[in-house]
């Protein structure tokens, strides 16, 4: 086996090892700082206000483009979701009223009326 002192790999990991204390202490000590949180605090508001008007924007290009924006759709979404329940309900509603009368009709009903007489023994329908 090679000596320690020697082997460039053990050397590298040293290297590394330490400097990543270093880092890790002087990372530390930099946002204990008050001035470091006063520019992170900004930051975020920059990157907020930013965003906002970035929403702004594509809102007014929807506008334009005559599209619809998030918000619309999120709108239409949930009245979809209102009115699919509500079709549910009526079907539900619809089964129990033809079940309570005898459940006939709906079987007439999703069959087409029959319109097509059989041919007589005749040859042709008269």
Do not use: C, H
């Amino acid at each position: 086996m090679t000596d320690k002192i020697t082997d460039p790999v053990a050397l590298w990991q040293k290297m590394v090892g330490e400097m990543e204390k270093g880092f890790n202490s002087f990372a530390t000590k930099a946002m204990e700082t008050p001035e470091f949180s006063q520019a992170v605090n900004r930051a975020g508001g920059v990157a907020a206000g930013a965003q906002r008007q970035f929403g702004d924007l594509m809102e007014k290009y929807l506008v334009s483009m005559n599209l619809p924006s998030r918000e619309q759709m999120t709108g239409i979404a949930e009245r979809l979701q209102a009115m699919e329940g509500q079709i549910g309900e009526i079907k539900s509603m619809l089964s129990q009223m033809s079940a309570a009368s005898g459940g006939s009709q709906v079987d007439a009903a999703s069959r087409p009326p029959r319109t097509r007489r059989p041919p007589s023994e005749g040859g042709e329908p008269k």
